[in-house]
């Protein structure tokens, strides 16, 4: 893991936000800032692989030059990039920068854990083992996650405002391809380059889709 920009704290608290950001959104930073009422420090995770999907459209470098100017407002978000794509991969990764004492967890939305959840793993007790590493913080987003009995005390609800379930990276993208308004969807510092990045590419033919 590499640390792109560190926050001045020193957690005993850390919520892991990884993503594939393409764009980042207002719905992310106001994700990121629900979890720091569950945590000392916000770390954003951008891997270089992904388990589940391939890099299409935006690039990588293009996708982390959007995280850091969406994330420099804030004095307790951090960002880094992730050799790993799966979440035990990033927790140790993030634990040889913050400790083996950090408290860790990973904020996502309901389709994330029941993803990671029902994941195959090619080992029977890779789930439990998982989370004695870490928690799950699970957004209320589009609906609330119900979590396996036996994994309750390992898995929290993230109480946030509503409105959000309609600000996605897919609509973002959805809307620049159609003509229409966009802008307040994504973060004020990175309208700019969100339009220098996806302009240029929806008019070359990309797709849509969730990536």
């Not at 050799?83 to 990973?106: K, M, Q, T």
């Not at 195959?120 to 996650?145: I, K, Q, T």
């Amino acid at each position: 893991m590499d640390l792109v920009r560190r926050a001045e704290t020193l957690p005993t608290r850390l919520t892991v936000f990884p993503g594939a950001f393409n764009p980042p959104t207002r719905a992310h930073l106001a994700l990121a800032e629900a979890a720091l009422r569950e945590a000392d420090e916000v770390l954003f995770v951008l891997p270089r692989v992904f388990p589940h999907k391939a890099y299409e459209g935006a690039s990588f470098e293009d996708r982390l030059r959007l995280l850091e100017a969406a994330v420099a407002a804030s004095a307790r978000f951090s960002l880094a990039v992730s050799e790993g794509g799966l979440f035990l991969d990033i927790a140790r990764e993030a634990r040889r920068h913050y400790g083996a004492n950090v408290e860790l967890s990973f904020l996502c939305g309901r389709d994330a854990a029941e993803r990671i959840v029902n994941w195959n793993y090619s080992e029977p007790d890779a789930v439990r083992r998982m989370f004695e590493e870490f928690a799950l913080l699970v957004a209320r987003r589009a609906g609330e996650y119900e979590p396996p009995a036996q994994l309750r005390p390992h898995i929290r609800t993230l109480t946030m405002e509503s409105g959000w379930d309609e600000v996605s990276a897919t609509a973002v993208r959805r809307r620049i391809a159609a003509g229409e308004a966009w802008r307040d969807l994504v973060p004020e510092p990175i309208v700019p380059l969100v339009e220098r990045i996806y302009r240029p590419w929806v008019n070359a033919g990309g797709t849509t889709g969730r990536q």
